[in-house]
């Protein structure tokens, strides 16, 4: 049997796709499944033909392929997608993976093909070119056939590995509240390990997802007082569709190795924007870690009833800063006034009317 240039020129195209598959640049690539965590959908020495995301989609319940380095790519299935952020799981992991960006998500698996397939077929084909332009068809059946019942055996009968018999680390949380409408601070004990570091923060709520600003820890004694800053996208999300709960969710790094993931729920409490007119001093105060456009129309008046100075109407415009207040003279001649005071908090893009107090 003669085994022309093509086979081997098939051989470096494999080589080629495998290759340029781990930079995260190739239309189509071709990953090898090196582990358990998609087991039994996928299998150690499957191929996986992709897709790149650029040429094709992807949605929750698709497998895609993540990179999270050069070479350091993870096949999973699509489990979430908020913001920007992606979250995956392995179907034969207990746990979702830790949210990536949106853009290391390199390709969309469309293919698998098992092992006893591909490999019997490339290695007679290699070996046929490696020994000669020329070889009997009886001896490459040989090869081909002791190759595929060895293949066959090994992978109808590998299963995952089984556990380590170690105890587990776990966490015990005290508390997890937000604070100041802008950070979240949880109070948590961890057992059978030590913290080491924050390898990864995410807060979400109804449809918003983003990393969290800012995170730190410290130590007291057996307890470990987290605090993490919400980003603004995730604040506005749930002002404006009105939600209570935040959710923060924190990777440690532990000492033993293990990366223990923490969900930390915690509620806000919104406080709406407030407008007062004291003693001819008009107030806007700002109650929302949001910037706030504020549309003034005053009609002012010295007395109620009998009106004997005519009314002055006055109009502004300002923006308050998140968690601060705006305070403009109007006169303390004018006690009384009449009010249509219009806002727009600016990041979550919501507009409603404040009633006037009169401290008057």
């Given amino acids: 049997m003669k085994i022309s240039r093509g086979g081997a020129s098939f051989i470096i195209f494999l080589l ?8 995260g640049y190739s239309p189509i ?23 790149n995301t650029l040429i094709l989609d992807y949605e929750p319940g698709d497998v895609a392929v993540y990179c999270i380095q050069l070479g350091g790519c993870i096949a999973h299935r699509v489990e979430s997608i908020h913001g920007g952020m992606v979250v995956f799981k392995g179907d034969n992991n207990p746990s979702s993976d830790p949210p990536v960006p949106a853009e290391s998500v390199k390709y969309r698996v469309l293919a698998r093909i ?37 293949t066959v055996a090994a ?35 961890v057992n059978n390990t030590r913290l080491e570091s924050i390898d990864s923060c995410v807060a979400s709520t109804i449809g918003a997802l983003a990393e ?9 004694g057996d307890w470990i007082l987290f605090r993490a800053g919400i980003p603004v996208e995730v604040l506005a999300a749930a002002y404006t569709g009105q939600s209570r709960e935040i959710v923060v969710h924190v990777n440690f790094t532990m ?23 004291d003693e001819g001093v008009l107030t806007i105060v700002n109650n929302l870690p ?12 010295t007395s109620t009833w009998p009106v004997i100075e005519p009314p002055k109407n006055v109009y502004f415009e300002v923006v308050v800063k998140p968690f601060q207040s705006y305070s403009a003279s109007v006169g303390e001649e004018y006690r009384y006034a009449r009010a249509w005071i219009l806002y727009t ?13 009169d401290a008057g």
């Fill in 16 to 23: 080629i796709l495998m290759t340029m598959g781990l930079t």
């Fill in 29 to 51: 690539a071709i990953h090898i499944v090196m582990g358990y965590s998609m087991y039994p959908n996928f299998r150690p020495g499957d191929l996986l033909v992709s897709a």
């Fill in 114 to 150: 098992p092992l006893p397939l591909w490999m019997p077929i490339t290695l007679t084909v290699a070996v046929a070119w490696l020994q000669g332009s020329r070889i009997k068809s009886p001896e490459v059946a040989a090869i081909a056939l002791f190759i595929t019942v060895i």
């Fill in 155 to 189: 992978y109808t009968s590998a299963a995952p590995p089984g556990g380590v018999n170690m105890p587990l680390p776990d966490a015990s949380l005290k508390y997890a509240k937000i604070v100041n409408e802008t950070m979240i601070e949880a109070m948590f004990r």
């Fill in 212 to 220: 969290c600003t800012w995170t730190n820890y410290t130590i007291q």
């Fill in 255 to 277: 000492s033993n190795g293990v990366l223990l993931a923490s969900r930390l729920p915690a509620y806000i409490t919104w406080r709406e924007p407030e407008a007062v007119l």
């Fill in 290 to 301: 949001f910037h706030l456009r504020v549309g003034i129309n005053l009609t002012l008046y």
């Fill in 345 to 357: 908090v600016e990041e979550a893009g919501v507009s409603g009317e404040l009633v006037l107090k």
